[in-house]
């Protein structure tokens, strides 16, 4: 992340009509902050086979230099003249956690002024999904003095956090809840193939108080819902199962490429 003072060239360009190249002022930087959410997952004391217990966390940097030295911070840097502030973003995450595509997307403008005291800072904010073994090699870049993943408690009530990124993280971790429940984003935190009770555990690892009885009868029947997932079957057609997490074997799923088409009046 590239924490140096942003600095804006203007080339000479004759197109540009006298007194106009100075009647506009521009941001001192424009950076890339990136929420990166990942799902740990740690196995049970137990004597029966059951699920991991599973915990949905954000990746943090603790900042080497000023502004906000010592403080934990979003991973992020500078968008470069050459290249679109999403660039910027797949950059960053590639820098950070050697992760090259995965799950990237936009999450909003934050410009409130003086959240930046370098100047007028104006920074457009990503979350993206990443596998918990990507992290598992991360490492603090030259300007940070480390880099740890936290649950969002310890992010949000117990760290003292740099700039606006406490908002930024508040505002992301409402976003992938609400997308938890309408999209198949799910799918970024489980294997190609899986049983429903490890769906059901992912989407409550991120929206805590669901709570759906009859999710496997819904997930599976619910017109709705139809096409979204599918059971994984063999080369022969007999359908394949697991019992990894269970004494019993569970039909294994998978989800295909239907995009969920959501509606108040159905």
């Known amino acids: 992340m590239n924490e140096e003072r942003y600095q804006i060239e203007h080339d000479e360009d004759r197109s540009v009509p006298a007194g106009q190249k100075k009647k506009y002022r521009t941001p001192d930087g424009v950076p890339a902050d ?9 196995e049970r004391k137990t004597v029966t086979k059951t699920l991991p217990i599973r915990e949905l966390k954000v990746m943090l940097i603790k ?5 906000f030295a010592g403080k934990w911070a979003l991973p992020g840097g500078f968008c470069q003249e050459n290249e679109s502030i999403y660039d910027a973003a797949k950059r960053e995450l590639m820098e950070e956690t050697g992760v090259d595509g995965g799950h990237l997307e936009y999450l909003g403008v934050y410009s409130q002024p003086g959240r930046d005291p370098r100047g007028w800072i104006i920074s457009h904010a990503f979350f993206a999904l990443v596998e918990e073994w990507m992290l598992e090699h ?5 300007d940070a003095e480390d880099v740890g993943l936290f649950t969002i408690r310890e992010a949000l009530n117990e760290l003292e956090l740099g ?8 505002d992301a971790y409402k976003r ?9 984003i799910a799918r970024q935190f489980l294997p190609q193939h899986f049983t429903l009770s490890e769906l059901y555990q992912v989407i409550q690892s991120v929206v805590p108080d669901f709570e759906e009885p009859n999710f496997i009868r819904k997930i599976t029947s619910t017109r709705s819902r139809q096409g979204i997932i ?3 079957r063999d080369e022969e057609g007999n359908p394949v199962s697991s019992n990894q997490y269970s004494q019993r074997p569970a039909q294994l799923y998978r989800f295909t ?7 108040i009046y159905t």
């Open 230 to 232: 599918e059971d994984v």
């Open 34 to 42: 990136i929420v990166m959410f990942t799902l740990t997952k740690r």
């Open 176 to 184: 992938i809840q609400q997308q938890m429940l309408q999209t198949t």
């Open 163 to 170: 700039f606006d990124h406490r908002t930024i993280i508040e």
């Open 63 to 67: 900042r080497k230099s000023w502004p």
């Open 138 to 142: 991360r490492q603090a870049a030259d």
């Open 257 to 263: 490429e239907l995009v969920p088409r959501l509606s």
